[in-house]
C-alpha cells in the first residue's frame, strides 16, 4: 500500500514535464485583453436660426429720353457728292469721234510687246516693252465714224521673235486683244523639200499668180496672187488644218505666225485652202524675197520646206508687179 502511493505521487511529479515536452519552444505569454472603449456622445445639432428676409429688388428707373439730332445749321454748306472719275484714258493718245482705245496683253509677262504694226506702218503707243500696250485704234469717217471692230494687215511683234498677225474682232472682246507667246523651236532635223516642187509665175490676164508645186498637176503647197497694183497679195497654203488654221514661217531669228480665213475652192483644179492677204511689204515677202529655205507648219500637221532659194526671182516679179502703180 504503501510502494502504490510513492509511485502514485512520483507519477504525479513527472506529469508537468512530460506535458512540456509535448510544445515548441517555452510557452507565450498571454496578452492582456484591451480596456473596453467608451462610446462617443452624440453629435450636437445646431440650432436653427431665424429666417433672412428677402431681398429687396432695387426700383426701376425711369425711361432714358429719346436723343434727338441736333438741327441742321443753315449757316453751313451742305455736303457735295464727289462727281464720278472720267473713264481712264492711256495718256498721250488724242481720241476723235469714234476712235477707241485698244488693250494689247501678252499671254506670258516675261515676253515683252516690242512694237504693234500696221501696213509696216507703227502705231503710236504707250506701253513698248512691256507685256501691256494700249493704242488707238481710229474710226472710219467713210463709215460714218463708226468704231472699228478690226484692222487689216494688223500685227504685233514680241520680245521673244515672234511676230503675230492676228484675225480677230476687237468689238467683241471688249477692245482687248491677248496674245499667245509661245513659240515653238525651230524643227530638227529640218524637214526636205518635196522632189519636184518648183516655182511657176503664171499670168492670167491682169492678175499674176506665183505657184509652188509640180506643174500640171494637183500637187500644190502654196499659191500667191494679185491684180497688177493692188498693192496686196493673197497667201494660200493648202493643208488640212481645221476650223481656225494658223501658219507658222520660221526665219533665221524670227518666226512669222500669221491668223487663216478658210476659204473655198477658187476653181475645180484648186481644192480648199487656208489664205491670208498681206499687203506687198509685209515681213512675210521681206522673207521670202531673201531666198532661204523655210520651214513652216501648217496647224499642228508636220512640218514642211519651202524652199525660196529655186524661186527668188519670180517672187521678186510677183511682188513687183503688185506694188507697180
Same mark, same amino acid.
Given at each position: ?10 507519477? *504525479?511529479?513527472?506529469?508537468?514535464? *512530460? ?20 462610446? *462617443? ?7 436653427? @436660426?431665424? +429666417? !433672412? ?11 432714358? #429720353? ?14 457735295? +457728292? ?10 498721250? *493718245? ?15 509677262? =516675261? ?61 467683241? @472682246?471688249?477692245?482687248? !486683244? ?6 515653238? #523651236? ?9 522632189? =519636184? ?14 505657184? /509652188?508645186?509640180?506643174? $500640171?498637176?494637183?500637187? +500644190?503647197?502654196?499659191? %500667191? ?16 488644218? =481645221? ?5 507658222? !514661217?520660221?526665219? #533665221?531669228?524670227?518666226?512669222?505666225? /500669221? ?11 484648186? =481644192? ?23 520651214? /513652216? ?5 508636220? /512640218? ?12 521678186? $516679179?510677183? !511682188?513687183?508687179?503688185?506694188? %507697180?502703180?
Amino acid at each position: 500500500m504503501g510502494r502504490r502511493l510513492t509511485g502514485i505521487l512520483a507519477l *504525479l511529479a513527472t506529469a508537468p514535464l *512530460l506535458l512540456a515536452m509535448q510544445f515548441d519552444g517555452p510557452p507565450r505569454p498571454l496578452r492582456p485583453r484591451p480596456a473596453p472603449v467608451e462610446p *462617443l456622445p452624440p453629435i450636437q445639432q445646431p440650432a436653427p @436660426t431665424t +429666417t !433672412l428676409p428677402p431681398i429687396q429688388q432695387p426700383a426701376t428707373t425711369s425711361a432714358l #429720353p429719346p436723343i434727338t439730332a441736333p438741327a441742321p445749321n443753315p449757316s453751313l454748306p451742305p455736303i457735295a +457728292t464727289p462727281p464720278a472719275p472720267p473713264p481712264v484714258t492711256a495718256p498721250g *493718245l488724242a481720241r476723235r469721234k469714234g476712235d477707241v482705245q485698244l488693250t494689247i496683253r501678252s499671254d506670258n509677262p =516675261g515676253v515683252a510687246i516690242t512694237g504693234v504694226y500696221e501696213a509696216g506702218k507703227a502705231y503710236t503707243s504707250i506701253g513698248l516693252g512691256t507685256s501691256t500696250v494700249q493704242l488707238v485704234l481710229s474710226a472710219d469717217a467713210d463709215e460714218g465714224d463708226a468704231t472699228p471692230c478690226n484692222t487689216e494687215e494688223f500685227e504685233v511683234r514680241l520680245s521673244n521673235g515672234l511676230f503675230w498677225h492676228p484675225i480677230a474682232n476687237f468689238c467683241d @472682246t471688249g477692245h482687248v !486683244l491677248a496674245v499667245p507667246t509661245a513659240r515653238p #523651236p525651230m524643227p530638227s532635223p529640218l524637214p526636205r523639200a518635196v522632189a =519636184g516642187f518648183a516655182w511657176q509665175l503664171v499670168s492670167r490676164g491682169n492678175e499674176r499668180q506665183l505657184v /509652188y508645186g509640180i506643174s $500640171q498637176s494637183d500637187a +500644190t503647197a502654196f499659191v %500667191a496672187s494679185c491684180p497688177r497694183g493692188y498693192g496686196r497679195v493673197v497667201a494660200k497654203f493648202f493643208a488640212d488644218a =481645221g476650223p481656225k488654221p494658223a501658219v507658222e !514661217l520660221f526665219g #533665221p531669228e524670227e518666226l512669222l505666225r /500669221y491668223d487663216l480665213n478658210l476659204s473655198p475652192p477658187a476653181s475645180e483644179e484648186e =481644192g480648199a485652202a487656208n489664205s491670208v492677204e498681206l499687203f506687198a511689204n509685209d515681213a512675210f515677202w521681206n522673207l521670202m524675197r531673201r531666198g532661204l529655205k523655210l520651214p /513652216y507648219r501648217i496647224g499642228n500637221g508636220p /512640218y514642211a520646206m519651202l524652199d525660196t532659194s529655186t524661186g527668188k526671182a519670180r517672187i521678186e $516679179q510677183l !511682188l513687183a508687179w503688185c506694188a %507697180a502703180r
